[in-house]
């Protein structure tokens, strides 16, 4: 087995809100989580925590329990971790604040027989079968926002874990029934990447080479050297970023099976 993770911040200046880790319980199998956290806009968000803190604490429950609860399955699990995460700033801040902290989620757990899969929000999951083909789990809610709905904070507010709208996990435990979920019989999957989206847009946003260019990049060259892509890329005054920051935290995980 094969495991591979990098992350690195938009800004220097900033900390990273992405949380990434990958596990190999004494029970055997593994576990990869990706943690997106989502940058609130200017203004009051009702946490006095702030993103990093959030994104740590349900990472690390995220990564406790995958290893530990076998009999669960993972949108329970992410049920739980968020209630957990919850229920430690619960009597300090307002959770009821539609931007207290929330994240996009990534999770994949195998063992001898399965892997298990989670995806919530926009980033990226890539499975890729023994004969090599690659397939681009995704959950694509936020997608169908459209952009100019998205240019406003009140807009984007009003579709923030609502009806209609996208999801995170936040402090709402029920939004896990929201993700993305599936399960693989294990000898059809040789490997597996999570993406964040500042990772994931050396694809999805500059069209640099398919799901599957992306993943090999992974294998030869290793997560660094894609995030390392990406940043040239962004720093290429010549290429317009289309949509968000020039730069964005970006992490991505890789393990071969």
């Given amino acids: 087995m094969r495991i ?3 992350s690195a911040p938009g800004n220097q200046e900033r900390p990273n809100e992405d949380w990434v880790s990958a596990a190999i ?3 055997g199998g593994g576990v990869l989580i990706a943690l997106d956290g989502v940058t609130p806009p200017a203004g009051e968000v009702g946490c006095a925590h702030g993103v990093p803190w959030f994104t740590a604490r349900l990472g690390g429950r995220l990564t406790e329990l995958s290893g530990l609860r076998r009999d669960m399955p993972l949108d ?3 049920a739980e971790a968020i209630r957990g995460t919850a229920d430690a700033h619960r009597g300090t801040c307002d ?3 539609v931007r207290t902290p929330q994240a996009t989620v990534v999770m994949v757990r195998w063992d001898e ?20 083909e690659v397939t681009a789990v995704r959950d694509d809610r936020l997608d169908r926002v459209p952009r100019e709905v998205l240019r406003s904070a ?12 996208f999801f995170t996990a936040a402090a709402d435990p029920e939004v896990a029934r929201r993700a ?42 290793g997560a660094e050297a894609l995030i390392g892509r990406v940043r040239a890329i962004e720093s290429d005054p010549s290429r317009r970023v289309p949509r968000g920051k020039r730069h964005d935290d970006a992490s991505a995980v890789y393990a071969e099976l």
Avoid at 115 to 130: I, K, M, Y
Avoid at 157 to 163: I, K, P, S
Avoid at 205 to 221: D, H, N, S
């Fill in 4 to 6: 591979d993770l990098a």
């Fill in 113 to 132: 027989e399965y892997v298990e899969h989670l995806v919530l929000s926009d980033s990226v999951l890539l499975l890729q079968t023994p004969g090599g």
């Fill in 25 to 27: 319980p004494a029970s």
């Fill in 180 to 221: 993305v979920t599936g399960r693989w019989p294990r000898d059809r999957v040789r490997a597996v990447a999570a993406l964040t989206d500042g990772a994931s847009r050396w694809t999805d946003t500059f069209g640099e080479g398919g799901w599957a260019e992306c993943l090999a990049v992974l294998r030869k060259e």
């Fill in 154 to 165: 009140a807009a984007t507010d009003a579709l923030r874990n609502a009806e209609g709208g």
């Fill in 95 to 97: 959770l009821s604040h």
């Fill in 76 to 78: 329970r699990i992410l």
